[in-house]
């Protein structure tokens, strides 16, 4: 009876767990990324007003009401103005701006810059653009690799529908401050649920606006004469 080494049994098996392991990856998520891509363009227009006043030059808003006309300035551009004087004085006068480039559906957002000589107003336009990514991407094999990579197409349709329905590319590349919150609702929220007043819903199967609609519907439909 022959017998054989311990090696020569080994072999065999470390053949077989070797074709188990995963090989070298053949495709990594990087080489079809689905994100989104933002370019930018940034424009400063300094305007000038009476000294004092919250009135612009003359001539200086209809500078102002011609680059909100030919598109210069955009209801998409993210419009930054900072004004020079006191803080009430320097409000005064970003109002004035805004109120200007409102009648162009434009919105405007206050920010404070030290070193604005006097009498001036800077408006800074962000303009921004979103490049969709390659989408549809079937680059990667169907099958499974064994190395626990995402489809290639995986994340395409989110991407790609974040950018189109972006309705001011801008807010893309940074959210604005959130306002503060209306008092008297919120208040009262708190008040009535403090007192017992809160209006419970309605159990279930207990009738609804809607409930005698469609019960007269069912009678008339299934009803004869007598």
């Not at 003359?58 to 900072?82: C, H, Q, T």
């Not at 008092?183 to 309605?202: F, H, I, N, T």
């Not at 008339?220 to 004469?225: Q, V």
Request: proline share 11%; with cysteine; net charge positive.
């Amino acid at each position: 009876m022959m017998t054989r080494s311990l090696p020569a049994l080994m072999l065999p098996a470390a053949l077989a767990l070797a074709a188990c392991q995963p090989g070298v990856a053949e495709y990594t998520k990087a080489q079809a990324p689905a994100h989104l891509t933002l370019a930018s363009a940034i424009s400063q227009r300094a305007f000038r007003f009476l000294p004092g006043s919250d009135r612009l030059f003359p001539g200086e808003r209809a500078r102002l009401v011609r680059l909100a006309a030919r598109g210069a300035i955009a209801p998409s551009d993210r419009v930054l103005v900072a004004a020079a004087g006191p803080p009430a004085l320097a409000a005064r006068r970003r109002a004035a701006i805004a109120q200007a480039l409102l009648d162009y559906g434009i919105i405007t957002h206050p920010i404070a810059l030290a070193g604005l000589p006097p009498n001036r107003a800077l408006v800074e336009i962000g303009r921004y653009t979103v490049e969709l990514p390659p989408c549809p991407n079937w680059s990667k094999r169907p099958y499974s690799d064994f190395t626990n990579q995402p489809a290639s197409n995986f994340g395409c349709a989110t991407a790609v529908d974040l950018g189109l329905m972006a309705a001011s590319p801008a807010d893309l590349a940074g959210g604005l401050p959130l306002a503060a919150a209306d008092g008297e609702p919120a208040v009262k929220a708190v008040s009535d649920y403090l007192k017992g007043r809160v209006q419970a819903p309605a159990a279930a199967g207990a009738p609804t606006p809607f409930a005698g609609a469609g019960a007269g519907g069912g009678g008339a439909a299934t009803g004869g004469s007598p």
